[in-house]
């Protein structure tokens, strides 16, 4: 079974400073891992994705992640914190092969101040 | 990648009544996933709907409860039967992604408050 642990419920950073997001999966077999951000009273957005090929790999509005395998991690970092990062973020975790269910993290709040 | 319409987005209901939320997709799809939002929390899982079969509930959430229809491959109903305050929450569709290893795309949810 796979299942997915954020670091953090809440983390405050400054505008300008980095954004850094924990995220450790646990799968007997190798994952699909996702970010996903939802902003107040909206959706999911997914950000990025791992599939097995990059392990660096970067999303969208200047985020990036790197899958980890001896750490089973998959961080999410941006260099520059911007207000409008300010949002709800999940990451989540399929099997590889085929279309399997997403199991998500208990998410981590981010709040950007001044 | 698919986009999904979901409806209601919101609504209030009372406590003992059901409310049958919708989730139309723009191509055909194999597998719609249905999630509860609770407030404050992460998404869960409540049921895999493939069309042709029955849909497929995870451990603490049952058919009598949340019935789901998927009568083709662009559609599916999710109902929250004999509502109680405890079953507020955001409840969110989802299909798997047209190619493996994308990503799966989200409706925009239904915020419902039972009262």
């Known amino acids: 079974a796979q299942s997915v642990t954020q670091l953090g419920s809440h983390v405050s950073v400054s505008e300008g400073a980095l954004v850094l997001l924990r995220c450790n999966y646990s799968?007997?077999?190798?994952?699909?891992l996702f970010w996903y951000v939802q902003y107040p009273n909206q959706g999911l957005q997914l950000l990025l994705k791992?599939?097995?090929?990059?392990?660096l790999v970067k999303g969208i509005n200047g985020f990036e992640a790197e899958f980890k395998k001896s750490e089973t991690s998959f961080h999410l970092t941006k260099p520059s914190a911007h207000m409008s990062d300010a949002a709800e973020y999940f990451c989540?975790?399929?099997?590889?092969?085929?279309?399997?269910?997403?199991?998500f993290g208990a998410g981590t709040r981010l709040a950007v101040h001044p | 990648s698919a986009v999904i319409s979901q409806k209601p987005s919101r609504d209030i209901c009372q406590r003992g009544t059901s409310l049958t939320i919708q989730c139309q997709v723009d191509?055909?799809?194999?597998?719609m996933f249905w999630y509860r939002q609770q407030p404050g929390q992460s998404l869960t899982l409540i049921a895999t709907?493939?069309?042709?079969?029955?849909?497929?509930?995870e451990s603490g959430f049952v058919i009598d409860k949340f019935p789901i229809s998927r009568p083709n491959l662009t559609f599916s109903t999710l109902t929250v039967s004999n509502m109680s305050p405890e079953d507020s929450s955001i409840y969110l569709c989802?299909?798997?992604?047209?190619?493996?290893?994308?990503?799966?795309?989200f409706g925009s949810g239904t915020r419902l408050t039972v009262v």
């Open positions: 191509s055909q799809v194999t597998m």
């Open positions: 799968s007997s077999v190798p994952p699909y």
């Open positions: 989540a975790v399929t099997l590889s092969g085929g279309y399997n269910k997403l199991i």
């Open positions: 989802s299909v798997e992604p047209r190619d493996e290893g994308n990503g799966y795309t």
């Open positions: 709907a493939n069309q042709g079969s029955e849909a497929t509930y």
């Open positions: 791992y599939t097995s090929a990059a392990t």
